[in-house]
């Protein structure tokens, strides 16, 4: 009896931070997503955002998202295989970890610094003999300064299902013959996939509704459904509008999380 006591009481906290900080916030956007500008209860909203200009901006909500994932896990994979293989693993996970916790908006301006039209960036450009150019506020530099910040994200996943892969399997596949290529493609990638699905999990879902870059960097060039919430509630007032579409947004984000999360808990692990 004493037990079940002691485990409600360790429950409670948990259960008032779920309800104060989840389950209310996503009722509070379900409500105002019923409300139109007028403050009456109406689905206009709804109608709205199934026009073909939300369609369209959700489009290329998930296309930048993409684009952000791809790009981070190209760079971030060989990453994680090359620090497995280091002496200084600690060292340089370190190293990759110390970057994400500077502030978002210092590193921001840190990059708007570096390329804009006198920036270091430039200055290189020039010193091979080529004029400057408009780095700001395009595609490139959003992409871009997007990738770098997501990076140690991608990485640490990947590294933890890299490091803790049995290598009896690595092995084996070499002496049955198997190329470094064959082996990577048949044994290492799908006995790290979890960890490839977590770091997809954990960027693209917040690639997904980034604002602040799209403002700072790419000068509103770039338009995401992070950005048209922020419109909707601190520029136009149509609270109703940003709900919804902060709505759908929390239903495409529990979609991929359901697309993404292992299937089984665990995995090969190294033999002890």
Not at 48 to 64: A, D, K, R
Not at 164 to 184: C, H, I, K, M
Not at 191 to 220: C, E, H, W, Y
Request: charged fraction near 10%; proline fraction near 4%.
């Amino acid at each position: 009896m004493k037990r079940q006591s002691t485990n409600v009481l360790l429950i409670v906290p948990y259960s008032v931070w779920l309800i104060g900080f989840v389950i209310l916030p996503i009722g509070l956007i379900a409500y105002y997503s019923f409300i139109g500008i007028d403050q009456q209860w109406t689905l206009d909203n709804f109608a709205t955002f199934f026009t073909s200009t939300y369609f369209t901006l959700t489009l290329h909500s998930f296309w930048y998202a993409f684009l952000i994932t791809t790009f981070t896990l190209l760079f971030a994979y060989p990453t994680a295989y090359l620090i497995t293989k280091s002496k200084h693993k600690q060292l340089l996970l370190l190293l990759i970890i110390l970057p994400s916790w500077i502030n978002l908006l210092l590193k921001t301006y840190a990059f708007i610094g570096m390329m804009g039209l006198h920036g270091p960036m430039n200055a290189l450009i020039q010193a091979f003999g080529f004029p400057s150019q408009q780095i700001l506020f395009t595609d490139f530099s959003f992409i871009f300064v997007s990738v770098y910040i997501f990076i140690p994200f991608m990485i640490l996943p990947i590294f933890n299902a890299l490091d803790e892969l049995d290598r009896s399997y690595v092995d084996a596949a070499r002496d049955l013959g198997a190329t470094r290529w064959t082996t990577f493609r048949k044994v290492i990638f799908p006995l790290t996939i979890d960890g490839v699905k977590a770091g997809i999990q954990v960027v693209f879902i917040p690639a997904l509704s980034l604002f602040m870059i799209t403002r700072l960097i790419a000068g509103n060039k770039v338009i995401t459904l992070g950005t048209a919430i922020e419109q909707q509630f601190l520029v136009t007032q149509n609270w109703g509008m940003g709900s919804t579409i902060a709505l759908f947004l929390l239903i495409f984000m529990v979609i991929i999380m359901i697309f993404t999360t292992p299937r089984h808990k665990g995995g090969v692990t190294r033999g002890k």
